[in-house]
């Protein structure tokens, strides 16, 4: 089996690109990806070498290029992923997450095969109470999560037409190494680590469903190899957390690692103004999964933090390289002003 993974220079897939090796020893992994800001070979340094892997630095909107490369199944993570970026300018998301997938569904097409796409509980929209499932209707608010919901209809689109052998997953927040320091959890961490004031956005109380990033990707594998064509699977662990709560646990922990004060730490804590549109919850129900393919999250969320914040003690060569780069634009445009007020 050739798997055609987009974006495994990321950080989902390339946790699963890992996993993916690690399991299933016949197999071997294409990692196709552009390698924007958020790529990171480095991500991929200890199996770069292996026989049963192969880098291509390319876009999944390149239709030609695709049609060069030979694979059985194609997983489709590449994507623009960050919200607060998509309100800075929403272009490059509907390029990627859109023209790509179409490009990848045509590909897929062409060579009648299996198709993946990874997507997010984000096209559900926001959620008061109850959770959403795969019938759930499709209320995207910002312009990454119409850019993700967009290409899920596409791929709906495909299967209903064409026949295609598509699925489809809805994850909710992953955690875990490897994730970029623009996002909460990391970021959080970091500037724990790097005594740096912590941003919270508004009253602290949005909710978020966390997951493990190997849960998701394990979640990715069954539905690869068990899923019915034509099929939603929502992947979520039932651990949903209001943000102030994370920071919070987030600080305990790194203090309790570090041997820090942690009244000191939450002194980093600073509300400031909040996202434009920010949804207030998202919950997801995984029954379906859970049923149809016995699958179950495995990481409890104060191991799956624990694990998380010592991976990142433990690897400042990977994020000091990130800080000292290009982020840091992004990082004072989204956060200097905010953080004076
Ligand atoms: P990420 O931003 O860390 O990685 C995205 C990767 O895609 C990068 O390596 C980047 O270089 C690559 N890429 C971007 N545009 C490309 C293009 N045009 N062609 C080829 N490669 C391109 O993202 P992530 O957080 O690992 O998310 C991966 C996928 O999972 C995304 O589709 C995202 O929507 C979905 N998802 C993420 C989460 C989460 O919590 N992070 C939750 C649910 C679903
Ligand atoms: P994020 O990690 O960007 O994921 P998403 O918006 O896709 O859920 O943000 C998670 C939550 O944390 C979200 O409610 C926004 C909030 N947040 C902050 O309060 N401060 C921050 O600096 C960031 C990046 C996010």
């Keep these: 089996m050739k798997l055609l993974v987009t974006g495994g220079a990321g950080f989902i897939a390339s946790n699963y690109i890992r996993y993916a090796l690690s399991s299933h020893p016949d197999y071997q992994v294409i990692n196709l990806d552009k390698l924007t800001y958020a790529g990171n070979l480095e991500n991929l ?29 194609v997983l ?10 998509s309100i800075l300018d929403a272009r490059p998301f509907l390029q990627t997450n859109i023209f790509g997938t179409y490009n990848l569904l045509e590909a897929a097409l062409q060579r009648k095969c299996t198709f993946l796409q990874v997507s997010t509980d984000e096209v559900y929209g926001s959620v008061e109470k109850d959770f959403f499932n795969e019938i759930s209707p499709l209320q995207p608010n910002s312009p990454y999560a119409a850019s993700k919901a967009s290409s899920d209809l596409l791929v709906r689109s495909y299967i209903e037409t064409h026949n295609l052998k598509a699925m489809i997953t809805r994850c909710s ?10 996002k909460l959890i990391p970021l959080v961490i970091l500037n724990a680590i790097n005594k740096k004031p912590i941003p919270v956005y508004g009253d602290g109380m949005n909710v978020r469903d966390w997951i493990y990033v190997i849960d998701h990707c394990k979640a990715i594998d069954a539905v690869l190899h068990k899923g019915t064509p034509g099929e939603v699977y929502n992947i979520g662990a039932r ?47 995984p029954a379906k999964i859970e049923r149809q393919l016995d699958w179950t999250p495995e990481t409890n969320f104060e191991e799956g933090i624990s694990r998380t914040i010592k991976w990142y003690i433990s690897n ?26």
């Design 239 to 285: 651990n949903e957390k209001p943000n102030i709560d994370i920071i919070k646990l987030i600080i305990n922990k790194t203090a309790e690692i570090l041997n820090l004060d942690n009244v000191g730490l939450m002194d980093l804590i600073t509300f400031v103004d909040d996202r434009k549109g920010h949804d207030r919850r998202y919950a997801i129900d």
């Design 45 to 73: 340094k200890d199996i770069e070498s292996s026989d049963r892997y192969t880098f291509i630095k390319g876009d999944i909107c390149d239709g030609k290029l695709l049609e060069g490369i030979e694979f059985d199944a």
């Design 173 to 182: 927040n992953n955690y875990g190494p490897y994730q970029f320091p623009e």
């Design 76 to 85: 489709n993570f590449a994507a623009e992923s960050h919200v607060d970026r």
């Design 316 to 341: 400042e060569q990977w994020w000091q390289r990130i800080l000292s780069g290009n982020y840091m634009q992004y990082y004072n445009e989204q956060y200097g002003e905010r953080l004076k007020n």
